[in-house]
């Protein structure tokens, strides 16, 4: 094969939250539970394991109408080199 060789891998993440009751008795509200796990998501993908980028803009939008439970999109990017993934002999 000549010359540089590599695959993009794309993920997309969609976290639906409800509305929660903490063991303390607090309240999250499903926009703050889709964000939190929006955030522990991308410490994640983004750390020294995966080394992968947000792309594009995440959407927050509520499951019909009903604001307690949300649906939160992101997608999550990067660029695999085929000689890092296979060897040939």
Do not use: H, W
């Amino acid at each position: 094969m000549q010359g540089e060789q590599a695959t993009n891998l794309t993920y997309q993440i969609e976290s639906i939250c409800q509305t929660t009751e903490l063991t303390d008795g607090t309240l999250l509200d499903a926009t703050t539970s889709a964000k939190l796990l929006a955030t522990k998501i991308s410490k994640l993908l983004g750390g020294q394991d995966y080394k992968m980028r947000r792309v594009g803009d995440s959407a927050l939008r509520p499951i019909n109408v009903d604001k307690t439970i949300m649906r939160y999109i992101e997608r999550y990017e990067t660029c695999l080199f085929e000689n890092t993934l296979y060897r040939r002999y």
